[in-house]
């Protein structure tokens, strides 16, 4: 509660709103002993007056009786109306719902069957027809808008009561030889009545609102009682001449209406956070860059990674996914990116693009080279040029990586069309020739299919058909594999192999599987904590591991036929990013770690083989 | 898709029947004899009991449930006595008022709805944002009826861009470009609640797709982030905008009946308001089920236009 509360006053709009109806509330209970003028006596010598005119604040009406009076006990009228509408209609429906809920089988269904008729009218249809029914009136109007909201509680605690009801304590109360009653009583009602009190204080104002609106039109408050509406609907025929006695009562009911709808906002975003608008927040178009220097380039690869850093800002907190990278990946060649989840090989690969979600990404430093043009912090229609043309990605879950509502033909002469001016019959014939290359069976069939209409395998070569659509010169394969069955995975990957093989295309292979970097890479590089921690010839890292890590991450594979070898799982967990270790990262769960570990800055040494280790398990050489 | 319409609309069977049955209970509750009620206070007994017959009040209330429903089934809505012309006749002369009124507004929520809320989604936290968070809220907030006086006020009277009321010109005028300039300000007004609750809505779905792969696929395949933002996230977004329309649908038709009311615009909502102070039961009973009835129509439309945005729907 204590939380709800701070939660709720963080919020500076709700606060405002809490505060402006907390000052209307006050005014309308102190109405009676406020030294005001009778808001009933006519004086057909004063009749609209100005308002602040001498003796009237917010000057007379059309009968010369004082304005601000008359507001003030309109608007007592219309809030105590409005509550005790709020009130009924939460009492009687949620009555229905709870029994409806719990009753469940026959009587449920018919309850709700007619509940949802009621629904099934436009609100006040039903409203205009009860009137019509009970005859103009304020407590009529009233009973109007209360019927009509009856159906809203009903189903919203119903939903509730249903979920609550096939609950363990519900049960035990049954069996202990409670009857229904008490069940309901004792039970149930305490657990759904915080529902059913925001339900109801968050539809107050729309029933100030709509019993309002119905003494407006003239039927609800009858002269000479009046509420806010009744005051605007006579205040009406006065409008041109006298606009004020229009403006008095209108501003007032926008005043409550969006107070209460201030404050609902914010109790919503108190008791869900999630739904808060501010926690969600959609990634743009590329990443954000802040980085102060560009670093030399360190190789010559086609694509060349020097010292990136990738950091997540969440609030004060900063998350450092990837800590200075370097990678160099020459023209058709396979390069693993091997590690746990949260090892940041998904940021770096990201990164190359501007992909990582921003915010909270931020690339905060290092250089991304493509033959030697610089990618961080290229301008957004640099980047597009780029994406799917020069370098294309192909993503872990087809199923949530191709959009769901558009064909698969359309989404793959997409990527074409991005970036080549060709006819739609051209686009055509290229994607039929891409399917054929990624070996789709009965291509121009497929074309016209949505993605849930295909298997995962299926998906998976639609995704690598994208990739491949302008012939690019790196993929980047983010696990393309992890979420396919193993005889699936095995034809996706020598179809990778083979694609690479005949148009010369340079692939990183993003993976958290030695057994595909083996059959696949011809170099590999091992990832902690955000660092690249060995690196070297796939068969040389595989068969003769230099960094500890690396050795109990391959002995972490199961062997096919290997027996009842035991696999012997790394102890401890990866350190979080948000607070890093001095030294190596891998230290705390590191079986060879001396106190030295712990301390200053740790180098990758080697040329060809490179390690980050001061105790490796074997020489890399220099 | 031919069939899942004719499914839809034998699955809204019982819930015609329903509201038929919701509205003759209602207006059954009536205290006294309408019959006297129509014929006022100087009626001999003869004459309330000869009308009663010819009312069909005689005799049980499913007897009498069922002769409305005959006749309601035969396009007779019964006759109102205080306009002495056919209910129908009245009914479908000012509905099509009101569907000019309610179509024109329901446009105008939607697009602009839609806009605001994708923009407002796409600019996250920037002006534009700001901008349009702080009209809607104001949007939401401010009743209907006030917000089209305040408009005659300051276009009508003040600035005389626009005709204060009516549907048409009393003099000459008639044409289409007559109607538009009446109907600006009405269907403003009127949309003003739904375009906010729209807007509010659409931003939140946009946020929730821009959040999800496909679309950092798209972007990863180089499409421009304009068509990202209004393809392939508005197109997912739809999917959960669209039955929210369905329901602000009739938010409009129900604002329509205060609208009416300020801008004498001659629809089915000010009828029965005047038919209600009129006591003229007969005809509040025939527009309410009329109304009704077309809104039940109008969400399988918009079912249909669901299923045929999401092909993940079963048809």
């Known amino acids: 509660m204590r939380v709800f509360f701070a939660l709720l006053f963080r919020n500076r709009l709700a606060g405002i709103g809490g505060v402006v109806l907390a000052i209307i509330v006050a005014l309308v209970l102190l109405t009676p002993v406020l030294p005001l003028q009778n808001p009933d006596v006519t004086a057909m010598g004063d009749r609209f007056l100005r308002p602040l005119s001498p003796g009237h604040l917010l000057g007379t009406d059309a009968l010369g009786r004082d304005l601000l009076s008359r507001l003030l006990w309109g608007t007592r009228l219309s809030l105590a109306v409005g509550f005790a509408a709020a009130v009924a209609a939460g009492l009687i429906g949620s009555a229905v719902g709870i029994i409806a809920g719990y009753a469940g089988g026959r009587i449920d269904n018919a309850i709700m069957r007619f509940v949802d008729m009621l629904m099934a009218f436009p609100y006040i249809l039903l409203a ?17 808008v209360a019927a009509v909201n009856v159906p809203f509680f009903a189903r919203n605690i119903r939903g509730i009561t249903v979920g609550l009801a096939s609950r363990d304590f519900i049960d035990a109360a049954r069996l202990s030889g409670k009857g229904h009653v008490r069940i309901v009583l004792t039970e149930l009602l305490p657990n759904v009545l915080p529902v059913i009190v925001i339900a109801m204080s968050t539809t107050i104002g729309w029933m100030i609102l709509e019993t309002a609106g119905l003494s407006f039109l003239g039927l609800g408050s009858q002269p000479p009682q009046a509420d806010l509406g009744s005051m605007l609907g006579e205040a009406r025929a006065a409008m041109i001449s006298a606009p004020h006695t229009s403006v008095v009562p209108g501003v007032m009911i926008f005043l409550i209406v969006m107070s209460i709808n201030l404050l609902g906002d914010g109790v919503r975003d108190a008791l869900d956070p999630r739904l808060k608008s501010g926690a969600l927040t959609r990634p743009m178009a590329a990443t954000r860059v802040a980085r102060r220097n560009v670093p030399e380039a360190q190789g010559s690869g086609l694509l060349q990674i020097d010292d990136l850093e990738a950091q997540f800002h969440v609030g004060r907190r900063v998350y450092r996914a990837v800590n200075g990278v370097s990678l160099s990946i020459a023209p058709g060649e396979c390069v693993g990116l091997i590690g746990e989840s949260g090892s940041g090989k998904s940021v770096t ?8 979600a921003s915010p909270p990404g931020v690339i905060t430093g290092g250089a991304v080279r493509l033959a030697d043009e610089d990618l961080i912090g290229a301008p957004y229609a640099r980047l597009r040029a780029l994406r799917g043309n020069k370098v294309a990605y192909v993503f872990q879950d087809p199923l949530s990586t191709l959009h769901p509502l558009y064909r698969v033909g359309d989404q793959l002469t997409e990527a074409i069309t991005s970036h080549h001016r060709i006819s739609a019959h051209e686009a055509r014939e290229r994607a039929l020739k891409l399917l054929a290359d990624v070996r789709i069976p009965n291509p121009a069939a497929r074309l016209s299919a949505y993605p849930h209409e295909l298997s995962g395998g299926m998906r998976q070569r639609i995704g ?20 396919l069955d193993v005889t699936v995975q095995a034809q996706v990957l020598a179809l990778l192999d083979d694609l690479r093989r005949r148009k010369n295309v340079a692939i990183v292979f993003i993976t958290h599987d030695f057994g595909i970097v083996g059959q696949l890479c011809d170099r590999v590089a091992v990832m902690y904590a955000g660092r690249i921690v060995e690196e070297g ?8 591991p230099a960094h500890p890590y690396t050795r109990r991450l391959i002995a972490c594979v199961p062997e096919l036929g290997g027996g009842r070898r035991q696999l012997p799982a790394i102890p401890g967990l990866p350190p979080a990013v948000d607070q890093l270790p001095e030294g190596c990262a891998f230290a705390p769960r590191c079986d060879r770690a001396t106190p030295d ?8 040494r080697g040329s060809l083989r490179k390690v980050r280790c001061i105790h490796p398990e074997a020489e890399v050489g220099a | 898709m031919g069939r899942y319409i004719l499914r839809r609309l034998i699955s809204a069977v019982p819930v015609l029947l329903g509201i038929t049955v919701i509205v003759f209970l209602i207006m059954a509750m009536i205290p006294g004899d309408p019959a006297a009620a129509i014929l006022g206070s100087y009626a001999t007994p003869d004459n309330v009991a000869r009308l009663n017959r010819e009312l069909g009040l005689e005799g049980p209330l499913w007897q009498r449930y069922l002769l409305w429903l005959w006749h309601l089934l035969h396009g007779d809505l019964g006759r109102s006595y205080a306009l002495n012309r056919p209910v129908l006749d009245e009914v479908l002369e000012r509905f099509s008022a009101t ?3 309610a179509g024109a507004s329901f446009i105008l929520c939607a697009v602009f709805g839609i806009l605001a809320g994708v923009v407002s989604a796409a600019r996250q936290y920037g002006f534009a944002d700001k901008a349009i968070t702080f009209v809607v809220l104001i949007g939401i907030s401010v009743p209907a009826f006030f917000l089209g006086m305040m408009m005659i006020l300051l276009f009508a009277v003040d600035l005389r861009w626009l005709p204060v009321s009516g549907m048409y010109a009393i003099y000459g ?7 538009l300039r009446h109907l600006i300000m009405p269907a403003t007004a009127l949309a003003a609640v739904a375009t906010g609750v729209i807007a509010r809505l659409t931003r939140g779905a946009m946020l929730e797709v821009l959040r999800q792969d496909y679309i950092r696929t798209a972007r990863a395949k180089g499409v421009h982030e304009r068509r990202v933002i209004w393809g392939h996230a508005l197109r997912a977004a739809m999917v959960s905008v669209i039955p929210v329309l369905g329901i602000q649908a009739g938010f409009v038709l129900s604002g329509a009946v205060y609208i009416e009311t300020v801008f004498q615009w001659p629809g089915i909502g000010r009828m029965l308001v005047d038919a209600i102070l009129k006591r003229d039961i007969v005809l509040v009973q025939g527009g309410v089920v009329f109304v009704a009835a077309c809104y039940v129509l109008f969400n399988i439309a918009v079912d249909v236009a669901q299923s045929l945005l999401d092909p993940r729907i079963k048809t």
């Open chain 1, 128 to 144: 205009l027809a009860i009137v019509a029914a009970l005859g103009p009136g304020l407590m009529n109007a009233l009973i109007a």
């Open chain 1, 349 to 356: 690969a990201l990164s190359v693009m501007g992909l990582v």
């Open chain 1, 464 to 483: 690598i058909a994208m990739a491949l659509a302008n012939e690019p010169e790196v993929i980047i394969a983010d696990e393309p594999t992890t979420a």
């Open chain 1, 537 to 544: 010839p796939t068969e040389r890292v595989l068969s003769d």
């Open chain 1, 597 to 604: 570990c712990a301390q200053g800055e740790i180098g990758l």
């Open chain 2, 99 to 101: 569907l000019v009124l």
């Open chain 2, 173 to 179: 005028g008639g044409d289409l470009m007559d109607l």
